[in-house]
Each structure stands twice: as C-alpha cells, then as structure tokens.
C-alpha cells in the first residue's frame, strides 16, 4: 500500500526533524511493508536519508530563475526529491488552472519525477450527479499512461470536513478512473484511523493520501500499523 502524508502547511524544520526521526525509527524497527511518503513544507525538507521518501508538495516547473517565492528542480534535487503533488485542490483554488497544470504534469514527466496527480470533485458537482465526467475533464490532455503516475481522488467536500466519502462511492469512482488509466489509485479526503482499512481494502485502492490525520507522527504511525 502506498500510505502518503501530506503535511500540508504545518511543521517548522526544527519539528519536522523530530517527527522524520520517530518516524524513521519505527519504520526501522516495525516490519513495514508499505510505500511511505511524508510531504513536508519545502522549508523542512531535510538532507538526511530516511525509511520514507519526502516529496513536494508543490513545485514551479522550472529548473531554476526568475521566479520570485517559487522553488525549481534544482532545489528539489537537493534533497532528492523524485515525488510531487499536482493539482491538489488546495492549489487549484489559488488559481493553478489546469493549462497550468498540465504545464507543470509535461514538465515533471520529462524530469521522470513520479507524480501525485489529484482530482476531485465539489460538493455542487457530486449533489448534481456529474462527477464522473468532471473527473475525466481533470484528466483531459494528460499522459494517463506515464510510467511514474500515480493519481490521487480527492473529492473537495470531503478534504478536512472529518467525514470520508462512502466505501461504496469511493469503490464507484475508483472503478470508474481505472478504465480511464492503469496508474495506481489512491483515496484521500478525511482518511482516518476509523476508516483507513476499509479504504484501503476497496478493490482498486492503492493507498491513501492523508492530510490531518497524518500531522502528528504518533497518529501517522498508528494509521500505517492499521492496515498492516
Ligand atoms: P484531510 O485528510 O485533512 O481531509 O486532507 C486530505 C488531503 O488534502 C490530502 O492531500
């Protein structure tokens, strides 16, 4: 299983080294069999190597320049970083379209970067049935096909809202992206310790991406052994 954290805007570096050195440790010393990724704030990234890989959680698809508050390649290469996140909502809602978006996807795929691409729908969108085809529109233009693609469903209404989609609707939708592409699925949006073996047993599920759940070390590694 691919269990993904998303770290979002929290930690400073001096606590994410703390909260990379209890999860190295555990990794270490518990016979994990799972794919572990942390995406810390790029502030944090840290040079030492660990059981997990970091990833970005964003990145400007260039090697370097002018680009004020933005970070390159080379800066992730520092750190050796080969994981990114695309298109997360969160982004999207700052105004990342997906011209942009697909620009930052070519980009990343010419680099061989293995690519967290995430879709999700609206509450509007999901409560008027259209969901399916709102998805497939996310996906328009992309190589679905790229070797390191990994497509990541979150629907919006259900990022931090405490409340997953169904088991029922997330296997709908899961079956649904798997005619559209053979990378590996993951389900994020809410993932807990009360849901994450239920998810992660739907049948097209290849993991979670987490975001509050995964906050603090102590929880993250409670969820990794649940569905161990
Ligand atoms: P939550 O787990 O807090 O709902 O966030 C999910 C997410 O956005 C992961 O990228």
Known sequence: MKIYA???????RKSFENYAEILDQDLKSSFNTHEIVVFPPSSAFSELKFSFRQGAQN???TLNGNFTGEIGLEMLEE?????????????RILGENDEFLKHKFDFAKEKGLNIIFCIGESDVVYMNGSSKEFLKSQLKELDLEYKNLTIAYEPIW?????????????????????????????????VNLGNIAEISS?????????????????NFIKLIREIE
Request: proline content about 4%.
């Open 158 to 190: 259900a990022i931090g809202s405490g409340k997953s989609a169904s088991p029922e609707y997330i296997d709908e939708i899961l079956d649904f992206l798997r005619t559209l592409s053979s990378a590996p699925l993951l389900y994020g949006g809410s």
């Open 79 to 91: 750190f050796d970083i080969k994981d990114v996140i695309i298109g997360h909502s969160e982004r």
């Open 202 to 218: 739907i049948k097209n599920c290849n993991g979670v991406l987490v975001g509050s759940a995964s906050f603090e070390v102590e």
């Open 6 to 12: 998303n770290l979002k805007c929290n930690h400073s």
């Open 59 to 61: 990145f400007y698809p």
